[in-house]
């Protein structure tokens, strides 16, 4: 069983910048290198964002354009750990973000491919 768990959430001023980090747990090595893992974002009343994902031993990634340029995923396989800097914050970027997790290897951005989720991280970018 994969368990995931986000941490970094917070307030920042617009043009600030986070790290939001995910644990991974339940991985042997070689898989979580593999895995296919992404980063999704939801406002109340609003769908779950796809923004990020990486995917395989080549470390393939995807970006939604709301964020392509400012958001840059990467892993630390030796930590298990799944992380997402953000740059040059804005208001509408302001949500609750979740790490996931992917049984398949293909890379996507759809929610529903994702077998697994944390229990999400609030970010607020205000001034």
């Known amino acids: 069983q994969v368990n995931l768990m986000e941490s970094g959430g917070g307030s920042v001023q617009p043009g600030g910048s986070l790290r939001l980090s995910c644990a991974a747990s339940?991985?042997?090595?070689?898989?979580?290198?593999?895995?296919?893992m992404a980063w999704f974002r939801q406002i109340p009343g609003k769908e779950r964002e796809g923004i990020a994902v990486?995917?395989?031993?080549?470390?393939?990634?995807i970006y939604a354009d709301s964020v392509q340029g400012r958001f840059s995923i990467s892993k630390d396989n030796a930590k298990n750990t799944l992380y997402l800097q953000m740059n040059s914050l804005k208001s509408e970027d302001t949500a609750t973000y979740y790490c996931a997790a992917a049984q398949g290897t293909r890379a996507t951005l759809v929610a529903s491919e994702y077998n697994y989720w944390g229990q999400g991280t609030a970010v607020t970018v205000s001034s």
């Open positions: 339940g991985y042997a090595s070689e898989n979580f290198r593999a895995a296919c």
């Open positions: 990486l995917v395989g031993w080549a470390g393939t990634t």
